[in-house]
């Protein structure tokens, strides 16, 4: 046998096992599925309960009774809403700042104990959900917006602080390099050398975290936090129908708002 | 009075099996434009690294005037490092900051930390940086962004910046090896002028064995981390170069 078909069969008897592989992956993959579906949807639902078609068209039409004389009570929670995610992203840039600076390798004052537990830090933040976030700060420091800005703080650190530490490290470091050399100390590195490297993707990042933080701050009276959220719930807890749909189309309308400003803002700073 | 003293000059850089400078000394005298050619890997950019620090040296010393700088503790070698321009292969410029910014950062080793902050330079500071962007032929383009420039523009940045230090020695770390050979000689022929009109010695790194003869005086020629040559220029033979570069690491 010559080397060349020698080769040629193991090449094709390769391909024939990673053939049984994807197949084997594929069909434990479509098991995984039925059984979930099983379990959770067919055994889990109330069927008696949802009743007929009509009654299911019924109930989601409620929702389609607009109740516009809450429109003249909404100005305020929406001020509300929309500022809770303001001073929440600028408190969460603001814990951003050291949680980046010791969690980027490359600058980091000290690898062994700082870096990891920025790191740690960093997933922390973004593990734990913003309502529970906001549950444990209703619970400390009571009912309002304030919890509400906390909790958006809190669950803003860890995507911040991430982009901005990524970003240090991925810095050029010649200018650096060139900072060092002319006799620069450690802040005027870090104020020439790598702020302007990062500045506009820190700028960008910051606006799409408000911009997730508008949506965020909408929910926050759900648990108590005040905001557009705390109408919600008021409307839900009334079963008036029709005001939640108002409070939702709010809610959609300060969202497009920030999504609008957002695309505007990034668009000037590229 | 020498300008620089190099004597036993040893690194070797962590968890690395061999020395990558091998006992260097050599002396640098206040008229010199001093090169340092040799293949690459060869240890041209640790050696020029080694005086200003920017790469710890094991053992030996490097005296600048009457400084050892190799035993300075961290604040009096940043005042050193101010009297060490350096000159860049890839001009090390702030992309983002104009061509004026860039030049002005050329004086943060004398700035206070807040004004730096401000990007507050004092009065003499800014003259000076738009007589020296006119020297290298860039006072149109102050204003514009370090990345807007070409290559060789760039360059021209990176030397004003370095000149910005008021240096009483420049390092050039393969100034030319960007740039096409034109702009290259334009680049060598300018720092050779400004060198001698301010009076200030050059060490130079440069592979380019053509230009090194053209523009230095004296050479040095390292092979793997020795030396293997040093002396006038006009002193080195056919034979001294094929020594320097016969065993050439790839």
Redesign the interface.
């Known amino acids: 046998m010559s080397p060349l078909t020698q080769t040629f069969d193991h090449y094709s008897q390769q391909k024939r096992q990673q053939q049984w592989k994807h197949l084997a992956i594929l069909a434990i993959l479509l098991l995984t599925l039925l059984l979930s579906i099983h379990s959770i949807i067919i055994e889990d639902t109330d069927w008696q309960r949802i009743g007929t078609l009509e009654q299911v068209l019924a109930s989601i039409g409620r929702f389609a009774a607009l109740d516009f004389s809450l429109i003249p009570h909404l100005g305020v929670p929406m001020l509300e809403t929309f500022m809770m995610a303001c001073l929440g992203t600028l408190l969460g840039l603001f814990f951003s700042l050291p949680v980046a600076w010791f969690g980027a390798l490359n600058v980091t004052p000290s690898r062994r104990l700082l870096y990891p537990f920025s790191r740690f830090l960093m997933t922390l933040s973004r593990s734990i959900h913003e309502m529970v976030w906001a549950l444990i700060f209703v619970a400390a420091v009571g009912l309002g917006a304030l919890p509400g800005i906390l909790a958006i703080a809190m669950r803003s650190v860890g995507f911040i602080s991430k982009i901005i530490a990524e970003a240090i490290e991925n810095i050029?470091p010649?200018?650096v390099?060139?900072?060092?050399?002319?006799?620069?100390?450690n802040?005027?590195v870090m104020?020439?050398?790598i702020i302007?490297?990062i500045?506009?993707l820190v700028i960008g990042t910051i606006i799409f975290e408000w911009d997730i933080n508008i949506r965020r701050s909408a929910i926050m009276g759900l648990v108590g936090a005040g905001g557009l959220g705390l109408t919600f719930f008021r409307q839900m807890a009334m079963y008036n129908y029709g005001g939640v749909t108002v409070v939702i189309l709010a809610i959609l309308t300060l969202i497009l708002l920030g999504e609008i400003a957002s695309h505007y803002v990034r668009k000037a700073i590229n | 009075m020498s300008i620089l003293h190099v004597n036993q000059l040893v690194a070797r850089y962590p968890g690395a099996k061999t020395d990558t400078l091998k006992e260097i000394s050599f002396t640098v005298n206040p008229a010199d434009f001093y090169a340092i050619i040799g293949p690459s890997g060869a240890g041209k950019s640790t050696l020029i690294r080694c005086i200003?620090r920017?790469v710890e040296p094991t053992s030996g010393t490097v005296r600048l005037f009457d400084q050892q700088i190799t035993q300075l503790p961290p604040r009096q070698l940043?005042?050193?490092?101010?009297h060490?321009?350096?000159i860049?292969q890839?001009?090390?410029?702030?992309?983002?900051?104009s061509v004026m910014d860039n030049v002005l950062?050329?004086r943060?080793?004398y700035?206070s930390?807040w004004r730096?902050?401000l990007k507050l330079f004092s009065q003499a500071d800014i003259q000076r940086a738009l007589e020296l962007l006119e020297r290298v032929g860039l006072l149109e383009h102050v204003d514009k962004r370090a990345d807007q420039l070409s290559g060789g523009q760039r360059q021209r940045v990176g030397i004003a910046?370095?000149l910005m230090?008021d240096p009483q020695l420049l390092?050039l770390d393969e100034p030319t090896a960007s740039l096409d050979p034109k702009i290259a000689r334009d680049v060598m022929t300018l720092i050779q002028q400004t060198a001698r009109d301010l009076q200030i010695p050059v060490l130079c790194n440069i592979h380019d064995v053509a230009l090194a003869k053209e523009f230095c005086n004296r050479i040095l020629g390292l092979q793997d981390g020795r030396m293997m040559f040093d002396g006038e220029t006009h002193s080195m033979s056919q034979q001294d170069l094929d020594r320097i570069y016969e065993r050439e690491v790839l």
């Open positions: 050029d010649k200018p390099e060139a900072i060092r050399a002319m006799g620069g100390n802040f005027q104020y020439y050398g302007p490297q500045k506009t | 200003n920017l940043r005042q050193t490092r101010r060490i321009g350096m860049f890839e001009f090390n410029l702030v992309d983002r900051m950062s050329g943060l080793g700035t930390t730096s902050m910046r370095a230090q390092l």
